[in-house]
């Protein structure tokens, strides 16, 4: 495959960019893949595993002259990094972003950002409870979605040059309305951890139950909670912020669903429960029918050797 951009920028450089990077890598998308972190420890560890064709001292040296500059940083940074390389953008390029907020970036980056640039922000549906600059790996993307949200006025062709990059990391590219983004996520994404990170600090808080026992009697139930709220705890602190009100209307909406069923508990309505759980199953079978999860055991878990 032939590159899309001669040069990208990646800003910050945890799991997403450096998946990013490799997937860009195994399909020759870009001539130039540039890198900047905050953490001096970080671009050092970028440098030693040999993420990114050149690590830069700065966001200012890493967007200068780029095509396509990508914000990977935790939304709630966005508008200072932005602000950061406004003045350095290479007229005609293309900047976007891959936070799990689109509204919030939306109001708080474009103010930053030179008439003469295209933004268009973005959010990959891809992800693990890993982080870091070593934590990426080329497949992430594969049959995975990355949701484009253009802004009033969004370039076309800029726009067809972003999907063409998204679709050749191996993404499939839907387009969406912001405000319409975060509703979706707040019910597919930012409930549930919020949900995960409450289930895990009610074990933590139950003197009744010991650490020890939380820990070795872990059924796949809980085990797949603390999986989700082992994630970036700056990143998930920063979503909630910024996407407060479709996340608070989601949780009120969960909170009259488990007060019909903590209801159906109470007085024994067994079909209730069984109706309901029936309904929540298909779910499941949706999701794996599109192709998003594995039906193997044990969610596909890989077996450690005794």
Partial sequence: MSA????????GLGLIASSMFWASKRRSLAGEVTGFARSAETRETA???????????????????????????????????????????????TVTDVGSVKRDVIENVCVHLPDNVHFIPG??????????????FAELFDNRWCLLVPVEGSDRDALAQLRAFWEGLGSNVEEMDADHH????????HAPHLIAYTMVGVADDLRRV???????????GFRDFTRIAASDPTMWRDVFLTNKDATLEILGRFTEEL???????????????HDYFTRTRAIRRGII??????????????????
Avoid: N, W
């Fill in 210 to 220: 010991t650490d020890s026992e939380v820990i070795k009697y872990s059924a796949a």
């Fill in 4 to 11: 899309i951009y001669d040069r990208v920028a990646l800003i």
């Fill in 47 to 93: 440098r030693r595993i040999g993420l990114c064709d050149r690590v830069c001292e700065s966001a200012a040296e890493a967007v200068e002259g780029a095509d396509l500059v990508v914000l990977c940083v935790p939304v709630g940074a966005m508008a200072s990094v932005a602000a950061e390389i406004g003045p350095f953008l290479k007229p005609g390029a």
């Fill in 259 to 273: 007060f019909a069923l903590q209801r159906a508990i109470r007085t024994g309505d067994g079909d209730h429960l």
């Fill in 289 to 306: 029918e599109a192709g998003q999860d594995t039906d193997a055991p044990d969610f596909g878990r890989v077996k450690q050797p005794k």
């Fill in 123 to 136: 959010h990959p549906l891809a992800g693990t409870e890993h982080s870091g600059p070593d934590s990426g």
């Fill in 182 to 189: 975060d509703l979706v996520l707040a019910v597919t994404s």
